[in-house]
Structure formats: C-alpha cells, structure tokens
C-alpha cells in the first residue's frame, strides 16, 4: 500500500455500474500540505445513491466530473499530520473517495471517537450516515405521534431497519415492506416490528389493508415504484411522506400512477424530500443517543462488508437487488495502526 | 319550473363524462321542512374535480352514489323558508345538486351579500372556490418570499389565472403555462405575467429554462403529467410544490417519472396537497381583499357561462379540453327573482 489505487470515472453508466465505467490507476501516495492531513481510508460505504454521483444531471452533488477519482463517503485513520487538532491515529469521517490514502484540510475530516463496545464500521454507517438520515428523516419530517401508523420501504436495509426501530421506540404502529422471507423474519424477530409485507409475495395492496387497518399516517419511503403507489392510494389525511431515496429509478427509468400523488390533494397529505445534511446540527445528539440504544442492546443493525476497491460494482450491485444484509462497505484496509 | 329536473348519476363514467351515463328524471319540486329552505339553483359550478366525485373510489368526497341526484356545488336564492336567518331572497352558496331546486337545513346554506359592481356568479367562483384556493394554496403552502420565481400550470385558469395576479401581488417572478397563443396572451396582457410557456408549442424544458434563469422556487400545480415532471426537473433547494389538483389523471391514466419525483430528495423541497375545506376559516378575510381587487381592477378574470343542465357533459369536456375560458358555470336559472 506504498501507492494509491485510484478507482475513476471513465465513462457515464448507462444503466446498471460496471467494472468497464471505471479506469483503475496507480498513482503516488499523496503527501498532506499545510493544515492538512494524510488519511489511510478504511472503509468505503456504498449506498444506492453513488450511482446518482454518476450521471451527468445533478443530483444531491454536483456530478462526479470524469478521469477523477470517484467520491466516496469513508471512514479512516489520520498517518501524518500537519494540523494540531488531527494526531497521528485519528479516526476520521470524511470524503475520502475511490482509493486507499486520501488528503485534505482538517476542517473537512471529522474526528470519530469510537467506543470499545461498538464496532468502527458502525460509526460511517449506523451512528452516522443511516442513524442521522433514519432518526431526523422519522421524526423531522413525519411528526409522528404515538399510535399513529407508519410504513417504512426497503425496511430491511441499512436506513429502513432504524428507522422501524426508532419508531417502535416512539410507540408507532410499524409495518415493513421488505424483499423475501429472511428480510420479513429478521424485521419480525430482531426489529420488532408490528407486521411485515414481502413485497416479493404478490398482493401488496391486500396486505396492507390488513396490516394497516386504521389507514396510513406516514410513509418512510427509499424506493418509489408501484409499492409506493399502493402506499399513497391508502394514506389518511393529513398523512406525511418523507422521501429519502426513490432507489428504483437510479439506473434510470422507473413511473408513478398521477392518480397515486392525488391522493395528497385528496387527504391534504405532504410528501417531503430531506438530506443527510440538512441535519447535521444534530449530529451529536443524535449520535450519542443512538450510541447508547447500540450499547444498550435496543437497536438492532446489520454490517456487510467485501474486502477490496475491486469489490466496488459487486457492492453496487448487491445494494440494487438487495443482496446486501444491511449497510455496504467496502474494507480498504485493516483497522489496525500499521 | 313547477317541477324539478334532476340529473342523477346511472353508471361510473369510463373515462370522459357523457350524457349515457346519468338518467335525467322530472320530479316534484322539494318542500322546506322545519328549519329548512328551498333554494332555486342559479348557478352550477363545474370543476375538474366533479369528475373524481363521480369513480368508486374516494377523493376528498365519498364517492357519488349511484342513482342518487349527482352532487354539485351551486349559488342559489332562496325562495322558502322555515328558518328566520334566511328570508326568502336570500343568495346561498351550497352543494344543490345537479338539479333545478334544492332543499337544506339552514346550516348548509352560505349566505351570500353581493357588491353592486360584482357580478352574482362571481361569488360562486373567483370570491369562493377559486379565490380562497388561489389565495391559500399560494399563501399557506407555497410561503412566497418577494422575488422569488412561481412557476403556475393551468395558469389561464380560473384557479391558475388568480394565483398568477396573487403571485404578482405578492412580488413573485410569475410564469405561467398554458395551452395555446389566445390564453398566453391574455396570460401577458390582462394577468401581468413575466413569462408565458405554450406547452402545445413544445420545447416546454428549455423555455422554462429561459423563463426561470434563477431556477424555479415555487411550483402551483393543476394538472400533472410531463410538464410537472419538466418543471420539478428544474427546482432549486427548498422548494415549494403545492399540489391544487392532478386533472391530466381525472379520466384515468396519467403517470410520472419517478426521477422528477426524486428531485424533492435532492432539493431538499416539499410537496403538499391541499383542499379549500382546509381553509375556510380564512372565508371573510380573503373574500374581503379579493372583493376589493376585483372592485379596483386589480384582479382579472373570467367566468364562462353555459345554459341549462343539458349542457354538463359538454362544460365537463371544456374543462378536461381546456375549451372553457375562465370559471365553468352552467346557469340553471335566471338570476332575477320570480
């Protein structure tokens, strides 16, 4: 690892990312100027939302300029210093990109200081990323209100799964909409929510007759698509739809029934998009408290990890067909001070 | 008239409203029970929304029943009554019914105190329903701040159109999209606009690229459909979308592309549906302000006037076809006392 493995944007994906999109370089290490500091990344998190990064329409980023090296969302370990504020040893969150060392200004790593009773991987993912997305998104903008109902998309994954578990904490009816029979019984068993719907299964408007016999008062949504549409067709006045991703339609394409968004005329509902970023401010409140739900045993989370840069369109694609059990992350390097 | 002709609802319409669909009877005029009246309907409005009243599935009303005199929202005078709030000449606004006279508690009956200088229909159109949409929805949902853009679909409109002069009110940047030279020109001319976009014209994405050189703050939308999705392909971060109706969907079909939909996640932005129920504390307050606009000239607007109740399915296809210019009205009778 005396070099940098430089994964780049070659080439806008059309449709699904491959190996071919990318050009793989090996380039010098780089070395940290005044202020900044030299991070070994060790994890890379891979969500749907890269993908966007990638085509040349704006997304939440601005598009991922071609031949540089992919962003990415990263975890790592500060190896030379030139700030006070960043020792050698330092665990950093950052946008540590598409490669193994990364360079910047202090002012854009922040510190993370990991408790022995968590794992390390859990701070880019749970206690940062999908715990802030999942706890801001839930209570910010669905204002839920105990016994109210709420149906929580993609519910087995990285951000679904908190957010069904926080709501259970605010005394909410949860219903988890999820990909399979493993998915279901895990929302079930270890996420404790009040039913579950597989959406694999077929039928998904009866069952959410049934499992949401008082109407729909929320929807966390991560997909879009015709489960959506299904969702909006039962929702109750005044009811609130907060849209973290529509993940169905990242490698392009993907509708929605008008008559389906009506229904936010018909029952004077509100459907709201947010990002991770509009709530930083509570990032160490947030943080702390789901730190002690982990350590407590109160939240339930999964981790899945490959090992490698060249593992980076395997992720991709486990992510889009919800292979992945839980937040992806590629491991860069060891979490061990070399 | 000694009679009344009733126009009830036979069969669910199959897309686009006809004559086959209603059996039209001839029955005795109603009696005013105690504490009730006899209105004889004056005007009918005609919305785009009548049509959604009309399927088995719920909007904002439960659905019509079938057999029963198909519901309607009307102006009327008084022309009985058991109830002392009421004498007889009394102008109501209330749901009469497609037919010629009408009987209600007095508690169902609005009564109505027409200007001189204003005309009768005018209160059942630009001083009700269009007037406390346009003005609330504007208002309440969208929050305008001076100077930022407004983009209004349907904006010829009798909704669209006043939420075009509130906007310039208001010191909005107002563009406004309608269907073809005649209603952008009176856009221009007789509503102030900054901009017109003819959607018949085609071109829609880069002319409200030239429109809206700040990007597009504000969206009131009436219709839904390709042109919705082009516009919130456009949004800047915080926007506001209030959805007032979805017509393109009201025959049935109609879709959007989930990637425009995504542009709420991206943008931070917010979408939100409304009814004029939601706002009828606001009645006197904004009827007041838009009665004097009117009465100064401030306000604009049009009012379309058929004659007789075998006129609906053609009032309901100028508004789907955008035929009608301004408020549909059908005149039931004449505004003069018998």
Known sequence: MSGNTEWRLRARPRG?????DFEVLSAARPVPGAGEALVRNIYLFVPPSMRLWMDEKESY??????GEVMAGITLGVVEASNHPSLPVGTYVNCMGGCQQWHVAPAERLQPVTPHAGVPLAAYRTVLDVQGLTAYCGLTEICQPRAGETLVVTAAAGSVGSLVCQIGKKLGLRVVGVAGGREKCDWLLEACGVDAVIDYKAGGVGERLDQA??????????????????LVLDRV??????????????????????????????????RMEGFLLTDHYGRYAEVTRKLEEWILDGGIRYQIDILDGLDQLPEAMGRVFHGRNRGAQLLRLSQEERT
Chains 1, 2 share one sequence.
């Open 61 to 66: 980023l601005p598009p991922q300029p071609l």
């Open 236 to 269: 109750n006045r005044r009811a609130r739809i907060a849209l973290c991703g529509l993940v169905s339609s990242y490698n392009g394409g993907g509708t929605q029934r008008t008559s389906a968004l009506m229904q936010l005329v018909n029952k004077s509902a």
């Open 212 to 229: 949401c016999p008082d109407g729909i008062d929320m929807l966390f949504e991560n997909v879009g698509g015709p489960v959506m549409d």
């Open 16 to 20: 699904e990312v491959t190996r071919a």
